[in-house]
């Protein structure tokens, strides 16, 4: 069992930056594939990024490329996601989900996922 806690959301304004945390408890964290999606009011869910167990691979969607940078402390369960020079659309509730393997893009299966951290952008 793993259990998933988002933190580090907020406002900020745009051009500005933000890391997101993602706390893990469970000693199994390490075996895991972990990926960052979001959802804005009224949209699908997108898919931000995604890192393998190792760290080794990663992922990541279209609209965050050369702006958001995933990684993980395994000694420390936890995973991030850096978001650099944030704008308007950025703004959603960003969630952080645990796989098996490495999910190279938007995926509707995760065996665990967090409630979610509300990042905000203004202009």
């Known amino acids: 069992q793993v259990q998933l806690v988002e933190s580090g959301g907020g406002l900020v304004q745009a051009g500005g930056s933000l890391r997101l945390s993602c706390a893990a408890s469970?000693?199994?964290?390490?075996?895991?594939?972990m990926t960052w999606f979001r959802q804005a009011p009224g949209k699908e869910r997108e898919f931000v990024a995604s890192i393998s167990w190792s760290g080794g691979s990663t992922y990541y969607g279209d609209s965050v490329k050369g702006r958001f940078t995933i990684s993980r402390d395994n000694a420390k369960n936890t995973v991030y996601l850096q978001m650099n020079t944030l704008n308007r659309e950025d703004t959603a509730v960003y969630f952080c989900a645990a796989s098996p393997s490495i999910r190279p893009g938007p995926s509707r299966t995760y065996d665990y996922r967090g409630q979610g951290t509300q990042v905000t952008v203004s202009s």
């Open positions: 469970g000693r199994s964290f390490s075996r895991y594939a």
